[in-house]
């Protein structure tokens, strides 16, 4: 089996002052749109001084979650290792018919395994919600189906998700996005920090039970 790749910024995720994110998205396809909308957030957020995990679509083709399954997939134990330490998540799903794809869905469906942690699953987490699909009405359904799995898994949607039409022109030649996208995602990046950070200090002030329970 392949070593998933997965890239760190150069500050120790340790550092209190530090927020780490975890990053997936895009599809199987070499170079698809999501993903390349993912990796530009994980070099805005490391220039912004955050550590990053980045699982791509190809390292997320893991078995069907079943909770009763006694030995977890190694890749899926390590992407729970990362969205537990995690302060903030960046998902960037192609819309299927309405929906995100059933492969990212899947992914999140693993995080049922922190359903006993003092942070159940992504609790008190920002994250930054992507979706490109060939025309607005299903950026804009998927977009919302992903923000709605978000709530049901306790974390926080930035203010800003970012519908892309891919029928429209988004990277020119050289290579770089259009200025809207690009302004799109700095704007996100900025929310995803800020509400890591407020995010932390609250935890940090709440009762471990009522980080448990949930009330």
């Known amino acids: 089996m392949t070593k998933p790749r997965h890239s760190f ?14 990053i997936i998205g895009g599809t199987t396809r070499a170079s698809s749109t999501s993903e390349r909308l ?8 490391q220039a912004r001084g955050s550590t990053t995990a980045m699982f791509p679509a190809g390292e997320l083709e893991l078995p069907m979650y079943a909770p009763e399954r006694q030995q977890p997939h190694p890749v899926a134990e390590h992407f729970i290792r990362e969205v537990r330490r995690c ?20 992914a999140l469906d693993y995080t049922e395994e922190l359903r006993s ?16 699909a060939a025309g ?54 900025q929310q995803i920090m800020q509400i890591a ?9 709440l009762p471990t039970r009522e980080l448990a329970t949930g009330t």
């Not at 993912?38 to 957020?45: F, I, S, V």
């Not at 960046?90 to 794809?101: D, L, R």
């Not at 950070?197 to 002030?205: C, E, K, L, N, T």
Request: hydrophobic fraction near 40%; charged fraction near 15%; glycine fraction near 10%.
């Open 9 to 22: 910024s150069s500050i120790s995720a340790n550092s209190s002052a530090v927020p780490h994110i975890v």
């Open 38 to 45: 993912a990796r530009h957030c994980e070099r805005l957020l």
């Open 87 to 106: 302060d903030g998540m960046v998902i960037a799903s192609p819309g299927y018919h309405g929906g995100i794809s059933g492969l990212l869905k899947n």
């Open 117 to 132: 942690d003092s942070r159940p699953y992504l609790h008190g987490r920002a994250v930054g919600c992507i979706v490109t």
């Open 136 to 189: 607005w009405q299903g950026a804009n359904s998927t977009l919302a189906a992903l923000r709605s799995v978000v709530h049901a898994l306790r974390g926080w949607p930035t203010p800003l998700g970012v519908a892309v039409n891919s029928t429209q022109p988004l990277i020119d030649e050289a290579g770089a996005l259009s200025p809207d996208i690009e302004h799109q995602l700095s704007i996100m990046v």
């Open 197 to 205: 950070q407020w995010g932390r200090a609250s935890d940090a002030a």
